[in-house]
């Protein structure tokens, strides 16, 4: 953010574009050893937090953002047990996680604690108690070391990371796609964040060149997330399973067992979001 008008935060993701939330509170402005981490109210998007002037949740779209990262690959799997999350510190991604009753287990690796403890007490309904959930274990450390070293496997991966810059750098390495694949049980699904195409396109083609290399199905669906501007934002999929040819009818099912109720995600988005415009197609590697 920039100090430009002080009523008003200015995201610096880009050199030539930026969104700004009028502010009416700074709630909080710290830093940890790795980011600068605020806190600050608007109000249409309610609490919102930046990390290194980056707006990474807001309480008003955050569900979009963390319903699309959680609910289809768990539900195109079927039948997810054991889920890792890396990155995550906000508890978004592990509260709708949790609501799977059939989840038996959540690893979350957050390379910052402080993101965590200040996002449990100044945006508590990110994560809205899922810390406390006994299923879920919460290990301070590196994704990227995690992958290198656990012997664990996961049905499901979900890289809910910052963008290639600070720590969030290592997430979008050819390495560590490949680690984390090591990690994947038969079948299981990895999903990143992707950024927006339309504004990092580049970031979308370099991941996409790494999944090509790694698995048999590889590509990505889109969300539209107002707080990620700039157009739809895109979700990273690689697997070697079926997850992707899930028919509608099934997902149906899975998605009435699961007893879920969301705001967003639904059974037809699901299938629709995989449907690509053709900006995002040019941006997939031949
Ligand atoms: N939803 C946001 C977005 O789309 O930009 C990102 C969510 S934020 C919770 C991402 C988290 O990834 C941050 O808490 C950050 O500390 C964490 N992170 C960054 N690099 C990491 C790494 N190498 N290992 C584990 N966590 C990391």
């Not at 969104?19 to 919102?48: H, M, W």
């Not at 609501?99 to 390379?111: D, L, N, S």
């Not at 990505?220 to 997330?225: D, E, K, M, N, S």
Request: aromatic share 10%; charged share 25%.
């Amino acid at each position: 953010m920039t100090a430009k008008d002080k009523d008003w935060a200015t995201e610096t993701l880009h050199d030539d574009y930026a969104q700004s939330l009028k502010v009416t509170r700074t709630l909080y402005d710290s830093a940890t050893e790795l980011q600068r981490i605020k806190v600050l109210e608007n109000p249409r998007f309610g609490r919102f937090m930046t990390l290194d002037g980056v707006v990474q949740t807001t309480e008003g779209d955050e569900f979009i953002y963390h319903e699309m990262m959680t609910h289809v690959p768990i539900l195109a799997h079927g039948m997810a047990r054991n889920v890792l999350i890396i990155g995550g510190g906000d508890g978004g991604i592990a509260r709708e996680v949790l609501r799977h009753a059939a989840v038996e287990h959540v690893t979350m690796v957050e390379i910052d604690g402080g993101v965590v403890e200040f996002c449990k007490e100044h945006l508590p309904s990110l994560s809205a108690g899922a810390f406390d959930d006994p299923r879920l274990d919460l290990v301070i450390a590196d994704g990227a070391e995690f992958v290198d070293t656990t012997d664990r496997r996961f049905d499901v991966i979900i890289i809910d990371s910052t963008d290639p810059i600070g720590p969030g750098e290592v997430l979008f390495t050819e390495t560590f796609y490949g680690k984390a694949k090591r990690c994947l049980t038969e079948g299981g699904i990895l999903v990143t964040q992707n950024g927006v195409p339309f504004l990092q396109g580049e970031e979308l083609t370099n991941t996409m060149r790494a999944f090509r290399a790694l698995f048999a199905d590889w590509g990505c669906y889109l969300a539209t997330i107002p707080t990620y501007a700039g157009g739809p934002m895109a979700m990273g999929w690689g697997t070697d399973g079926p997850g992707r040819d899930v028919t509608l009818a099934e997902l149906s099912a899975r998605f009435a067992e699961a007893g879920l109720a969301p705001r967003y995600y639904t059974p037809e988005v699901h299938k629709a979001a995989f449907a690509l415009p053709g900006y995002v197609l040019a941006l997939m590697p031949d």
